[in-house]
């Protein structure tokens, strides 16, 4: 059993908008209750990150992350495992679990999304993604889109796994708010929750991201929506790297996303003054010059 403090059920009855008498007169409350209870006594060490178990009310599956942030299930913490009973073992958490389809559970059965839930996995993102409260936009980049992503960085997807950079990475496909397509225009600018922009552009229908294309849109969860795209989207200020002098020379430095310096026989390099072209859609709409 996964038991919800009091001040757990306190946030989640604000939230829902709802008192606790109308939580407890509900014609949901025992599919909410049995979501908390697995079928089998699991202890806090049978927990793996990643793993996925069926609750007595299994109209969705529970996500657990273990990590150095700690044992989760959806977005609650376990703040006091394994209090054995006679018949079981109670983790107390510091959340109500919902069994709300999150974007977690589009990006899960797609089929096309493996490296994608793996990342977030990895990068402990899931009690983040499958927060039933939080209101999301997810860009999410197809196995494909990442394998080209993989090959042109030279890495392999356990490298990427393994990389520092993977949370800022996946964090700069999300949106902490939900923008249906219908909501986006062309020139639009967005922040995604790493901080950076996201430029929008819409040209004969299609809708890009960056660098990426929307292949399916609107695919909603009750935390949010999903717009599947063709690319992993690049940081638009990624590309910019060191500016450094050096007896009175100034060198623009281009790196790729995991920060690797490219076109080292290129180095733009002048006494006097630096070039910026800005693009947009492959074009570009303007130069800047620093003296």
């Known amino acids: 059993v996964f038991a919800p403090t ?20 509900s014609d949901g409350l025992a599919d909410i209750l049995t979501y908390h209870v697995i079928g089998s006594s699991v202890l806090s060490t049978d927990l793996t990150n990643g793993m996925t178990a069926t609750p007595l009310n ?14 989760f299930v959806n977005q609650a913490q376990v703040v006091i495992p394994d209090n054995v009973t006679g018949n079981g073992v109670v983790h107390v958490t510091d959340g109500v679990i919902l069994s709300s389809e999150t974007v977690v559970d589009i ?49 392999t997807a356990e490298e990427l796994l393994a990389s520092d950079g993977l949370g800022d990475i996946l964090t700069h496909h999300v949106v902490g708010s939900i923008a249906m397509s219908s909501d986006l225009s062309d020139g639009m600018i967005i922040e995604s929750l790493l901080g ?8 004969n229908g299609v809708v890009s991201i960056n660098n990426a294309e929307v292949i399916s849109a609107d695919v909603t969860a009750n935390n949010g929506v999903v717009h599947v795209v063709d690319a992993v ?36 390099h002048q006494t006097n003054q630096m070039i910026f072209d800005v693009y947009s859609s492959g074009k570009v709409i303007k130069r800047v010059t620093i003296q």
């Open 6 to 25: 009091d001040d757990a059920f306190g946030v989640a009855l604000s939230e829902l908008g709802l008192t606790a008498e109308e939580l407890l007169a």
């Open 196 to 203: 950076d922009d996201l430029l929008i552009g819409i040209s």
């Open 107 to 155: 990006a899960l059965s797609t089929g096309v999304h493996n490296t994608l839930v793996a990342a977030v996995i990895e990068a402990e993102l899931l009690p983040a993604l499958t927060n039933p409260f939080a209101e999301l936009t997810v860009f999410a980049p197809t196995d494909d889109a990442f394998g080209v992503a993989l090959s042109e960085l030279g890495l």
């Open 233 to 268: 989207i690049e940081n638009s200020t990624s590309h910019i790297g060191n500016i450094e002098i050096d007896q009175e020379s100034y060198y623009l430095y281009s790196v790729d996303l995991s920060g690797k310096i490219i076109d080292t026989e290129n180095q733009f």
């Open 58 to 71: 299994d109209a969705n599956t529970i996500k657990v992350s273990v990590g150095d942030a700690g044992v």
